[in-house]
């Protein structure tokens, strides 16, 4: 069983700022920011990929009830973020979605997507329109 499933369950501890019947929030005991808040479907999925459609619902529902509690703490603004599968950067192989607040008083800079690359729009179009 992968450790979120085990905070799911309430086999480990930890910090649930939000909990309904499918989802659950929780702090990152790694945070970037102040309030730095996991969420994720009790349920075991991979990725968010794999997840039902009522379930990605319910998880989207959940981070904006999130975003609206960390406020709370004084939150401008917040990156809002999913990492599926290890290439793109997932760590936990259960599905997540970060909720980074982000304060004007911060050290750290905004999550940034780096230097934009070269690439042929109307080919890409071709291929993802249909």
Do not use: D
């Given at each position: 069983m992968c450790i979120f499933c085990k905070i799911a369950n309430k086999e480990i501890e930890s910090f649930v700022v939000y909990e309904d019947e499918k989802v659950m929030a929780f702090l990152d005991i790694r945070p970037l920011s102040k309030g730095h808040t996991l969420v994720i479907p009790k349920e075991h999925y991979e990725n968010v990929l794999e997840m039902p459609s009522d379930i990605a619902k319910d998880?989207?529902?959940?981070?904006?009830?999130?975003?609206?509690?960390?406020?709370?703490?004084?939150?401008?603004?917040?990156?809002?973020?999913?990492?599926?599968?290890?290439?793109?950067?997932?760590?936990?192989?259960?599905?997540?979605?970060?909720?980074?607040?982000?304060?004007?008083?911060?050290?750290?800079?905004?999550?940034?997507?780096?230097?934009?690359?070269e690439c042929d729009l109307e080919e890409v179009h071709k291929v993802l329109k249909d």
């Open positions: 998880l989207t529902n959940a981070v904006k009830i999130v975003c609206e509690k960390l406020k709370k703490l004084g939150a401008e603004g917040f990156n809002i973020i999913t990492n599926v599968n290890k290439v793109a950067g997932q760590e936990i192989m259960h599905a997540h979605i970060h909720v980074i607040p982000r304060y004007s008083e911060e050290e750290s800079k905004p999550i940034s997507f780096g230097k934009p690359i």
